[in-house]
């Protein structure tokens, strides 16, 4: 026995098991220069790492005076969006062996992401995670995006988890916030390393202050066994 009976892994998408943020950037900077914002930088998109698209373009459209609707920016960042993910989003080796290593041992997973239920699909067929991640919630299935614990609990719900059996991995400060309030434990994974510091991270279980260069899968999957023997 691996000592992972009972327990579930639940998945944030986005900078945590595949490197999207760099299409989420483009689609962004396109959407937004067309509306007359020429000069949005990776550092303004960074301030938007964590949280669902439609809250990013309801955010543009009151911080930039935007006069389109919310429902057309949305609709035009997802397009671009989609036309990016389809043929250019990257799987996180250490990510995908940490999956791998999870299916081998029959765990119950999940992707609970803030992005649309199209893109989510996209992003597991594209990369091939869709043959081990089949349960998936997105923001838009749910009342509240992220810090809310909606779309975690949502994501237990479907795979018949108790919270409290549940761990989430995630990059962003507002999935940390949203797995603790789910009574959930978290392995943070931070996207942007200089935000290690974040008060929401001071609630996971295992921080990988380092992000993605310092994560592995056989770290991961020893914390998970030795926080499922403490349970």
Same mark, same amino acid.
């Given at each position: 026995m691996s !000592?992972?009976? =009972? *327990?579930s892994v639940v998945f944030d998408l986005d900078g945590t098991l595949v490197d999207s943020e760099p299409n989420y950037f483009e689609a962004g900077r396109q959407v937004l220069a067309e509306h007359g914002v020429p000069d949005f930088t990776w550092a303004d998109h960074e301030r938007y790492v964590g949280i669902s698209t439609l809250e990013t373009v309801t955010l543009w459209k009151r911080e930039y005076g935007l006069r389109v609707s919310v429902e057309e920016l949305l609709a035009a960042k997802n397009r671009r969006y989609l036309e990016l993910a389809r043929t250019a989003t990257r799987a996180y080796p250490e990510m995908r062996k940490f999956v791998e290593l999870l299916a081998t041992e029959a765990v119950p997973m999940a992707v609970a992401s803030g992005s649309s239920s199209e893109a989510i699909t996209a992003?597991? %067929? =594209?990369? !091939?995670?869709?043959?081990?991640?089949?349960?998936v919630v997105s923001a838009d299935e749910v009342a509240h995006g992220k810090p809310a614990p909606d779309v975690f609990l949502e994501a237990a719900a479907r795979l018949g988890a108790d919270p409290a059996d549940c761990v989430v991995v995630e990059d962003a400060a507002p999935g940390a916030a949203a797995a603790h309030a789910a =009574? *959930?434990?978290?392995? @943070? /994974?931070?996207? /942007? @390393? %200089?935000? &290690?510091? &974040?008060?929401?991270? %001071?609630? @996971? !279980?295992?921080? /990988?202050? !380092?992000g993605q260069a310092e994560f592995t899968a056989r770290a991961a999957y020893d914390w998970l066994v030795r926080a499922a023997n403490s349970a």
């Open positions: !000592g992972l009976s =009972g *327990m992003i597991l %067929a =594209g990369t !091939g995670l869709d043959g081990q991640l089949r349960t =009574g *959930m434990r978290c392995i @943070a /994974v931070p996207y /942007v @390393a %200089a935000q &290690a510091d &974040a008060p929401e991270f %001071a609630t @996971a !279980g295992l921080l /990988v202050r !380092g």
